[in-house]
């Protein structure tokens, strides 16, 4: 009996009689490496055969084979080729309709006595595998740590095509998984009711995912979930300066508001106005029915009773259109008397507006403001053209930062980073106070003089308008004082200033 023997029956598909010259091999020798490598790919070829969930048992009891062989470590191609049949049936398994994780266990526990090539496509194949069904399965911390993210490839790294569309990587993923489950916690009765975090864990996964952050700024959640875990542990000083990168990226989705909210549970008023900034984002009402309930409470706290009905009114028919359940808290509110003598309104939008800037400087604290002069309004687009200074000029959407602005406010306005043919985007924007100083207005005073035909007139180098000569029948050499712009004339090619406001 020879190595070369059994496997020319395996190829030429007699497993029967290969398996049968293997294991008499064995008997006669367990110990010689050719016999253990000939029996070894026997079993290999029974596990290409029963890797589907309905021959499991088959399958499990080849692995068991392959594990008691004790191949040595240098045997990668054995156990390489053992990772996509293993891979294989994890996945076949984790697509049933219940999930058998008495099952997912077993295999793993075979699957860590192997000896893989790491990293290498094979191996990221069984992380892919055991990955799939991680949401409900209590040994995936185990399994992770042992697979360990260090052997991730660099392909790893880079975001998939699914359907013509982009989706995370699977290293985002592993990442994203793994802060999932340390925040989840462990069970400490039969129900989940009470659940301990491993503080231990999060400390020593917190470094790993600061250097994926690091290198891999394009991914959006890390940073997430870094802040999820820094108020895990109750490291309230680092948790702001870890959420906020992500926080800016995702600051119109309702959620990041809610974690900022979370994160300053100790600050009553910016928590507050970080409700405010989540209810007031586009978002599904079915999305906002517990942050509602959040706020109404915080509202009934502060007596701010019509505001608190006007949301748990939102709360009532979201739940009574979908036959949700009414949450008792909800039932024992509608029964108190300052509910029932309560106003409701349509809605709290002017409670959440007034409320905005302060949630929102929280983001933009680091970019400092710049002072500009509103030059043109067009109120049916929410357009406005602003200058700063001869460098510095442009336009912008003013729609929900700005409340009827006029040409000459000043402005305390964040860029989100440099124009684009003249078009900027704004972070923050507020009117600022009109006797603050701006390179682009400045007050003038002095005779004006109209020209002949008594249309425009200038007060030394300011430029008066038609308009305004004609509202107001200057005179010429009439002593007038106002505000003036910097503006741009673009027939002459040149930089002046015009008169914004009348006479004071």
């Not at 697979?147 to 990442?175: H, R, T, V």
Request: proline share 3%; hydrophobic share 40%; glycine share 4%.
């Amino acid at each position: 009996m020879s190595f070369k023997e059994i496997k020319e029956l395996r190829q030429a598909g007699k497993l029967d009689e290969a398996l049968q010259m293997a294991n008499q091999a064995l008997e006669l020798d367990s110990e010689n490496i050719w016999n253990k490598r000939a029996a070894a790919w026997v079993y290999y070829d029974y596990l290409k055969k029963y890797a589907q969930p309905e021959q499991y048992e088959a399958f499990k009891g080849y692995l068991i084979k392959i594990s008691e062989l004790q191949l040595p470590e240098d045997e990668k191609m054995v156990f390489d080729n053992c990772a996509w049949q293993i891979g294989s049936l994890v996945f076949s398994l984790q697509k049933t309709e219940q999930v058998d994780f008495v099952k997912i266990n077993e295999l793993f526990d075979l699957t860590r006595t192997f000896h893989f090539t790491k990293p290498s496509e094979a191996y990221s194949f069984i992380y892919k595998a055991f990955h799939k069904g991680y949401q409900n399965w209590s040994g995936y911390l185990t399994f992770a740590d042992w697979w360990n993210f260090d052997n991730l490839l660099s392909q790893d790294f880079i975001k998939e095509d699914f359907n013509g569309k982009k989706i995370m990587s699977i290293a985002e993923q592993a990442y994203i998984a793994y802060a999932k489950k340390l925040l989840e916690g462990t069970p400490l009765d039969p129900f989940g009711q009470q659940k301990v975090i491993d503080k231990d864990k999060i400390q020593s996964f917190l470094p790993k995912l600061d250097y994926l952050i690091e290198k891999q700024p394009d991914y959006q959640y890390p940073p997430y979930f870094k802040a999820k875990l820094l108020l895990a542990l109750g490291n309230d000083g680092n948790v702001l300066s870890a959420f906020l990168p992500f926080a800016k990226q995702k600051r119109n989705d309702f959620w990041v508001w809610e974690l900022m909210a979370e994160i300053f549970l100790e600050n009553k008023d910016i928590q507050f106005a970080c409700y405010c900034k989540a209810l007031s984002l586009k978002t599904p009402e079915d999305f906002l029915i517990k942050l509602r309930q959040s706020f109404a409470e915080i509202l009934i706290q502060k007596s701010m009773f019509n505001e608190a009905k006007t949301e748990i009114q939102k709360v009532i028919s979201t739940r009574e259109k979908h036959q949700w359940k009414i949450p008792n808290q909800i039932m024992q509110w509608t029964e108190m008397e300052w509910y029932k003598s309560a106003i409701s309104k349509r809605d709290n939008a002017d409670l959440y507006l007034s409320h905005l800037k302060q949630a929102e400087e929280i983001l933009f604290q680091d970019i400092p403001e710049e002072v500009i002069v509103v030059e043109f309004v067009n109120e049916n687009k929410n357009m406005l053209s602003f200058v700063k200074d001869k460098q510095k000029h442009g336009f912008f959407n003013y729609a929900g930062k700005l409340i009827k602005p006029q040409i000459g406010d000043l402005l305390k306005v964040r860029f989100n980073g440099a124009g684009q043919d003249g078009f900027y985007k704004v972070l923050s924007a507020e009117k600022a106070d009109p006797n603050l100083t701006a390179d682009a207005k400045k007050s003038f005073e002095g005779e004006i003089k109209i020209n002949e035909e008594g249309k425009f007139g200038f007060v030394d180098d300011v430029f008066v308008e038609p308009s305004i000569v004609s509202k107001l029948n200057l005179q010429n050499s009439q002593s007038v004082c106002g505000r003036a712009i910097l503006s741009f004339n673009k027939k002459k090619g040149q930089w002046g200033w015009k008169m914004v406001n009348f006479p004071h």
